[in-house]
């Protein structure tokens, strides 16, 4: 079975400062790759989403992620992260062509110091 | 537009009672998932409906059921409620019933079992 870990639990970072979130992956086939944000009170988001081609994905609020197959790792990042990023981000891993069964890690809580 | 509906929003039950769970997806959506997030975890998949049909089961016991109406919303029903249990329900509606695209999330049912 698929799994997808997601090594910290917690982040607290300053604001304007970079962030790097790391993800990896269990599954050795043709995967399907997200990321999704849950900010304080509010409902699971998609941030962004890896298919095919590029594999730096460019999503909303200028965060960007890499999929480096080698390395079976989906890893987010954000060159300056702000106050309103505080929010808890979610990996997320289906298998391409299956039906719609997203395997989530854990979850990273970011929080971010004004 | 309306996103993905679920009702109720917090319900409290004791164990061994059973647990009726409603989600509306977005007009058009045709594709419904149900997740559990236990506290500190990410979601885990437990069922997927498309076209009115099981596409996908998790990992759950037999206690867990859901259906989809021909309107395309969907109960999740869970008999012999266990402490366990207890934990956010989150309905996601989908254009699709296959991989590609983007799951849209409600706010979920928050179920405590005393």
């Known amino acids: 079975a698929q799994s997808v870990s997601q090594h910290n639990h917690h982040v607290i970072l300053s604001e304007a400062a970079s962030l790097e979130l790391g993800c990896n992956y269990s599954y050795g086939g043709t995967v399907n790759l997200f990321w999704y944000v849950q900010y304080p009170g509010q409902h699971l988001q998609l941030l962004l989403k890896?298919?095919?081609?590029?594999?730096l994905v460019k999503g909303i609020k200028g965060f960007e992620a890499e999929f480096i197959k080698s390395k079976f790792s989906f890893n987010l990042r954000k060159p300056s992260v702000q106050w309103s990023d505080t929010a808890e981000y979610f990996c997320?891993?289906?298998?391409?062509?299956?039906?719609?069964?997203?395997?989530f890690g854990s979850g990273t809580q970011l929080t971010v110091l004004p | 537009d309306a996103g993905v509906t679920q009702s109720p929003t917090h319900l409290i039950k004791t164990r061994g009672q059973q647990v009726t769970l409603r989600c509306s997806p977005i007009s058009g959506h045709k594709s419904v998932s149900w997740y559990q997030q236990v506290l500190g975890q990410g979601p885990q998949f437990i069922f997927q409906y498309y076209e009115k049909e099981e596409r996908g089961r998790g990992n759950f016991p037999d206690r867990f059921s859901a259906r989809q109406f021909p309107n395309y919303s969907s109960e999740l029903n869970v008999n012999a409620l266990l402490l366990g249990d207890s934990a956010l329900y989150l309905c996601?509606?989908?254009?699709?019933?296959?991989?590609?695209?983007?799951?849209?999330f409600g706010e979920g049912s928050r179920l405590t079992v005393l």
């Open positions: 996601a509606s989908s254009l699709s019933g296959w991989s590609t695209g983007e799951l849209f």
């Open positions: 997320a891993v289906i298998r391409s062509g299956s039906a719609r069964q997203l395997t």
């Open positions: 890896y298919f095919s081609g590029d594999p």
